[in-house]
Structure formats: structure tokens, C-alpha cells
């Protein structure tokens, strides 16, 4: 039990000494989970208020797929991008495997079921009145959605919370294709593993106290940017 | 002149239950046209058909003489030029001014014009002062106030209202209906309201039309719809409670009696002799009184008063003549005349008060 | 202003995050666990890069994953230690041969596995002068009876170590995948780790098991562990690193300088120090003919 406060107390100093290998780490985890985030954000805050608004043939089945898919192992999508970014696989031409790139490409397939699901139930919090006034005072489609996604802005923001919030703390998907590079591809989490591994329990459990700081504090400026 | 909208033969329905069925309506430029009829006779779904937000399932609108493709963006310009304000107003989530500003942004207008039209119009409907404060904020008659002026301050060719005022309080209603009335008349707006107030539809529409189980019964102007009504379900919803079924006996030059359970009820008619009619008679155009007043243009009727309710200012007295008969007086002369049930009456109606019509036409 | 600022922010991160520095100045090696546990890569990476301007990045698997790695040419080269693995690799054609050496397996270092465990060695496989074969033979007779007491944590992941192991099994006369993988397993004597070098040693530890490991991590670890070396000589336990050049790796040239660099005079004497100051012992001995062959 002491390697927790051990721990806690070397995050301390680690964040307060302003080590540089530990800055370096957790830059890069934020660079790649926050390119991550908004790119998936991108995607699915338009695609979700299109799965919303619009009426088609296997609506229900599409929204029951993207559920299930929340549940998607970050290891399956590193393998499965192991084998598509390697190259004798059929992206290899890209040579992205091991660099934050395909990190990146792998976190948003991770977040994108999880980020879509949200966005729709979200925009469902909106009432159907909100839409129809807007289209009435001559907003076009994409008017409307940006409108009513404004309407939603909290739930949305959560959405985008807890996309970023999975992506930052996966480890499997980042390890497969990112080898954890030291220096180029080594994020937080691959950098606690590694840790853990050779018995450093101490250094482990104080990146893993980083990582729910650095958690702490983008939940407080997301909120204030919100409260705005 | 050609109609600024016509609908030809619309219908629609919503999960195999029909709302509109084969409903015909025009409507011309500047005029000021209420729907009316009961809740769920399709009012809404007109409304929003005519404002584009629907595709109904058959039949054709024209807007200036075009036909509206059912899809495209063609119909995104076309509504354009109209604003709807719905039943069921849902203020944004933003300040006053933002919610006013917002037709206008999204018609690409500039940052200075809008700013122009937004302070005039939010002094017109008496929002001054309050452009900052969040919409959601403001009571109900404000937030109405806010959508009227969201709504107005895009001029539009046509202003589609939806129980305007709804859930307001008499002053609110007031002030709305004296804002829609002198701005529609200010630029020529086409007015289109749906109302079940009657009274809202007499005083702003020129033309009102009764929609009834999803069908144009009658259209007209105000007298008309309330003295001669077609059809007994539109007489019945116009207030006429009183439709006596009843044959004629004698015509003589526009006058005629028509037989009701024994009674002769002199009417204004050009029915003839022999034809099955109903008489209808409004409550407000009876008088009861306690001695017989007949005359030549009148119909006095002796009668057993058999219930009185109290309706604010008014009493609703009911009798027994043969038939059953309704009639609203003033609550003092109820008082004087000293109503109760059993009491012996004459309820006294003139010939001219009496709107006789075929029975089986409509439905 | 929010939609701007967070555009800009978008378009800054999507940048920084996917630009790479241009494939010809990376050098991408998989490499084996126990270099990187024994921390060899720390040390040289810095020379190798400045000597030759390039950004080496390390992958470290296991020897399995690291050919697998350099077949498909995600890796440009591999450095590892399983002989049987790499003489396959080199058969499937993967490799180069290095310009200046006449083989495509270029040894460069080598160093000794150990059978280490708890200091009590409920085994008694560090008494009579046993050779690694007897040891293990020790362990697995005893492990059956008692398999409370006495425990064998093997890496259980394809890599070198793994390989070693397999080959101690076979040589003293087992079955490996029914008389060990199978039995041993079911009986709860043998353990599979399918983890790293350092990650099984702790684990090893913990469970007051036996283990075989690398020196070079053993030594690097050991200040965290309460294990120590019981066994440490015999021929079987002989160590042999290797580096050799992807076929289908992009950049043919700079592996090349990796190989010349490993086998430099100035880097192999910097690999026969390394450990000496910090442990008292080597952890890597330098290549030499006669042994690695």
C-alpha cells in the first residue's frame, strides 16, 4: 500500500518539478487524444444530427449498431489497424504505423460509435418545437443542426467529455500501433504499462495520477467554456 | 387577381390515421384568413403543410401561381418568404436579440441591417431594453412576444399563426392580436391563423373557413359563417345550439313556417313547401320573458324553464317547449325575471333570427 | 470566437500530431525486451543518433512479434536472440545480408540466461553442481509433487528468452507443449506470463517462483526484486544477439549503419562496460568469434 502514496507524492513532484520526460508524455497524450476528440467531434457532432433529423430505412438497427459499438475493445482496433497500417497490409503505403498518426486514426474509430450515440441522444433532448421554429424562420438543414446542437450544448459537451475522456484512456489500441516509442509514440498510459511492468509501481501510479489531473483540469475549462 | 396559395385536393395523415382528406383552399394576397374548427380537425397540419415543413401524401400546393416541387431547395426559398409562428413556442436558448436576429442571419443579411431591424422591431412589440436577457427567461406573454417579433421582423409575404394566443392571459391576447392585426395591415402580409376562438377569427380575419374531420366545410366572411352556417355540424361548432329538425309548411315571399314538433316557427326562407329542414336559432338571440309578446316578425313560444346555469355575466337558461331550447340572457334579468326550474315562460325569437337550412347536405 | 478558437486549435493539433519527420531520417528497430529492460537502448540511442543524424525509434516486443514486424517491413531492422526464429527468417529471404559481414545475422554481443528464484530455492537447484538441464528437470519432478511450493514462471510470449527456455526443456528431455505447456500447467507449477522480461521477473518474484531471464535484465531489476541467481553456467545458457537488416524496410542504408555501428570497436567497448558501474558486473559481454560463432 505504501507504493500509492509513494506514488501520489512523486506525481507531486514530477508535475511540480515540471520533469521533462513526464511533460513531454503527457503533451503528446493530449496532442493525440485531443486531435482524436475533435476530429471524431467533426464527424459525428454533423453525422449524428443527420442520423437524427433524417428519416430512413433501418434507423433503429443503425442506432443499435453504433450502441453496441461502445463496447468496441481499444485492443481489437489496435489489431485490426496493426495488420491495415502494417506494411504488407492494404494502407501500408501511408507508412503511419508506430507514429502518433495512426494513434490518432485509431482513437477516433474508438470514440466515433461512442461520440455519434451521444450526439443523437442529445439532439433527442431537444424538442421537435425547437427544429421545426427554426426551419419555419427559414434556417436550412445545416442551420437547424448547428441551432439545435447549440440548444444541446451541454449534453453535447459531455458527449465530447467522455469521447475524450475514453480516448485518453485507452491503452491498447495506442500500444498496437503506436509501439510506444520513446520519444515519438509513448503517451501516458503505454508509459504506465511499461512502468508497471518493470516493478517501477511508484512512476506508474504517479503517471496515472497525471493523467486523472490532466482529466481534472480540461473538465473544468470545457465547463467554463460552456457556463460562457 | 390569381390566389397567392392554393391547395388542391390535400391529403395527409399521420400513421394511417387521416388528417386531411381531399381539402381545397386558396387564398389571396393581403388577405387575412382564419381556419377554425375543433381541435384535431386539422388545423395544424394545414398550417405546417402551407409553411413547406410537411410533403402531404396527395394533392398539389401552389405558392404565386408555382407548383412546390415536393422536395429541393426550391422549397427552402419559397418558405423564405413566409414565417410561421407555432402553436407550441420554443424560444431559443439565446438572448432576446439573438432570437429576433436569427431569420435575418440566416438569410446572409448584414451585421448593421440587422441590427437596425431587430432594435425597430423590438420597440414596436415593446421589448425595448430587453435584447441582453436570455430568451428563456421572460414570462409567457414576452416569449409570445419574442416569437412575434422573430416572426415579423423577416417581413414576411405571409404570416401563418397558430393559436396565436393560446395560453395567454386577456391582456397578452390583447396586445398580440393588436400587433399581428397593425403590422399584417402595415405591409400587406397575408394573414393565415388557426383558432378555435371564434371571436379571434370574427375581429382579425376578413374570410374565415371551418375545417371539420379534415375538410373545407365552408369558407366566408364572418357573417356568413355565423348566420348561415352549412350544415349542422358547422352550425352546431359557429355556436348555434339550438337546430331544430322541422318541415315547412307555408312559404309566402321569402317568409315561411316551418313545423317543428307541432310548433310553427316563422322563419326567413326561400324553401318551399314539404321540404325537411333544420331551423337553427342562436342562444344569445332568444329572450325569455314572462308574458306572451307575439307580433307579426316573431316567434314567442310558451315554455317550461328546465335547468339555469350561471356562465360569469350570463345565465344559460334551458326549456321545454315541445322540444328542447336554449337561451342566454344577462344574469340580472335572469335574476329579475326570477328563473327557476319549473317556471313558466315565453322564450321569444324573431323570424330574421331563425337560419333555416336542408337537412342532408354535408355530412 | 469559440468556433474560431477551437478550429485554429484543431487545425495546430491535427498538424503537429500527423506531420512526421520525413521516413528517410527515421530508423525503426523491433527489438527485444531484454535489450530494452537491461536498458541498453537508453545508452546507445543518443550516440547512434547523433553520429548519424536520425531519429531511431525503438519497438520492443518479443523476438516473435519483432520478425513478424520485420517480414512485414514495419521495422527496418530487427535486434534479437533466438537462433532457431532468425535462421527461419533469413531462410524465408527477410533478410539482407550486411555489406562487410557475410551473414545476415550479424552477432554483436552476447551474455548468459540464468535460472534465478526465491533465496530459500525450495528446489535445491543451486546445490551438487547441476547442470540447466537437471535444474529444470529438478523443478518440473518436484513442481508436480508440490506445486504449491514450487513454481516456474515462463515468459510464454515467442520471444528469445522463450525460445531458451523451450530448447532447456527439450534438451533435458520433455515434451514442451504436453509434458510442460499441458501438464505442467494443469498441475499449477508451470506458469505462462506472456508478458516482457522485466514484467515476468516481477511477477516471479512475487509468486517466490523460478524464472530463466537474460542477465542483463536480471541485473538491471534485481534492486527491485527479492530473487536471485541460482544457476548461471552451462553452454545451453549461452546468449547470442543479433542484428539483422529488413528486406522490406524503408530505409536499407541507415540499418545498415546500425549493424556497423553495433559491431564498431568504440560501441563495443561501450557495451562491455555497460552495467560495471552501476551493478559491479557486465551485462553484456562484446562480440567475440570463438563463442557467438
Known sequence: ?228 | MKPLIEAASISHGYGGRKVLQGLDLSIDKGEAFALIGPTGAGKTTLLRIIDLLEVPDAGEVYFDGRRIPRSGKERLDIRRRMSFIHQKTRVFDLSVYDNVACGLRWRGWERNKIAEKVDHILEMVGLTGYAKRNARTLSGGEAQRVALARALVLEPEVLLLDEPTANLDPVSTAKIEQLVSCLAREHNTTLIMATHDMSQGQQLADRIGVLLDGRLIQAGNAANIFRSPQGKEVARFVGMENILEGVVMTGNEGTVMVNVSGNAIQAVSDYSVGKEVYACVRPEDITVSLSNTRSSARNSLQAEVTRVTTLGPLSRVEMNCGFRLVALVTRMSAEELDLQVGKEVYATFKATGVHVMERGISQ | MIIIAATVTAVAAIVSAVSVTSPHTILRVATTTSLDDAGLWDYLEGIFEKRYAVDLQIIVKGTGMALQLGMNGDVDAVVVHDPSQEIAFVAGGYAVEAEGFDSARVPWAYNYFVIVGPEADPAGICRGNLTPEEAFRRIQQWGEASPGAIKFVSRGDNSGTHGKEKAIWASAGYNYSSDIQWIGATAGWYVEAGSGMGATLVMADQMMAYTLTDKGTFLAYRGNLDSVTLLDTGDILLNVYTAIICRKGSNPEMAQNLVTFLRAPDVQALVAGLGVPDYGERLFYPYDPKICG
Not at chain 1, 70 to 93: D, K, N, Y
Open chain 1, 1 to 228: 500500500m505504501t507504493e500509492i502514496w509513494d506514488g501520489l507524492t512523486r506525481a507531486v513532484q514530477l508535475i511540480i518539478s515540471f520533469d521533462p520526460e513526464v511533460l513531454e508524455i503527457a503533451g503528446r497524450s493530449l496532442r493525440i487524444s485531443g486531435t482524436a476528440c475533435l476530429l471524431a467531434s467533426l464527424i459525428c457532432l454533423p453525422l449524428g444530427s443527420l442520423i437524427h433529423f433524417r428519416h430512413f430505412r433501418g434507423k433503429r438497427v443503425l442506432i443499435n449498431i453504433i450502441q453496441t459499438l461502445f463496447s468496441v475493445p481499444a485492443v481489437v482496433i489496435g489489431l485490426l489497424l496493426l495488420v491495415v497500417f502494417s506494411r504488407a497490409g492494404p494502407l501500408g503505403e501511408l507508412g503511419i504505423l508506430f507514429t502518433p498518426a495512426a494513434m490518432v486514426v485509431g482513437q477516433m474509430i474508438l470514440i466515433i460509435p461512442l461520440l455519434l450515440g451521444l450526439t443523437i441522444s442529445a439532439l433527442s433532448g431537444v424538442s421537435k418545437e425547437t427544429a421545426d421554429t427554426a426551419i419555419s424562420l427559414g434556417a436550412s438543414e445545416f442551420q437547424t443542426i448547428w441551432l439545435v446542437l447549440r440548444e444541446a450544448k451541454y449534453a453535447v459537451l459531455a458527449a465530447v467529455i467522455m469521447g475524450f475522456g475514453r480516448a485518453i484512456s485507452e491503452v491498447g489500441c495506442a500500444l498496437m500501433v503506436g509501439g510506444n516509442i520513446k520519444g515519438a509514440t509513448r503517451i501516458i498510459t503505454t508509459a504506465i504499462a511499461l512502468e508497471a511492468g518493470k516493478g517501477e509501481l511508484e512512476l506508474a501510479i504517479a503517471l496515472g495520477a497525471i493523467l486523472l489531473f490532466l482529466a481534472l483540469i480540461i473538465n473544468i475549462v470545457l465547463n467554463r467554456l460552456q457556463e460562457r
